[in-house]
């Protein structure tokens, strides 16, 4: 299991821009998926963007075109580029591992503490 730890929320117009990352405590490179997920006051946490470890990513349809994650194994940090950003963006965003486990059993799946975006003008 990792430590995950976001930053890189704040206070933007919309039609701006931010880029939140995520540190890793531990290697991320074998992770089976990495991803972000949101939750807005009174709403359900949703997904916002996921890569698995071959590369491959993943957006629901409002975000794709707008968001875009990506990871450096090297520094053990997954990223999320959001761009356009609307007043519905508003959330926290979290970030999300599901890494091996040693021997056998089920992936770890870690949680980071979360980081606001708060799209205003």
């Known amino acids: 299991q990792v430590q995950l730890v976001e930053s890189g929320g704040g206070l933007v117009q919309p039609g701006g821009s931010l880029r939140l990352s995520c540190a890793a405590s531990?290697?991320?490179?074998?992770?089976?998926?990495l991803a972000w997920y949101r939750q807005a006051p009174g709403k359900e946490r949703e997904l916002v963007a996921v890569i698995s470890s071959g590369g491959s990513t993943n957006y629901p349809d409002s975000m794709k075109g707008r968001f875009t994650i990506s990871r450096d194994n090297a520094k053990n940090t997954v990223n999320l580029q959001m761009n356009s950003l609307k007043p519905e963006d508003t959330a926290v965003y979290y970030c999300?591992?599901?890494?091996?486990?040693?021997?056998?059993?089920?992936?770890?799946?870690?949680w980071g503490q979360g980081t606001q975006v708060t799209v205003s003008s």
């Open positions: 999300n591992a599901v890494t091996p486990r040693s021997g056998y059993g089920p992936p770890f799946v870690s």
């Open positions: 531990g290697s991320i490179a074998s992770a089976y998926t």
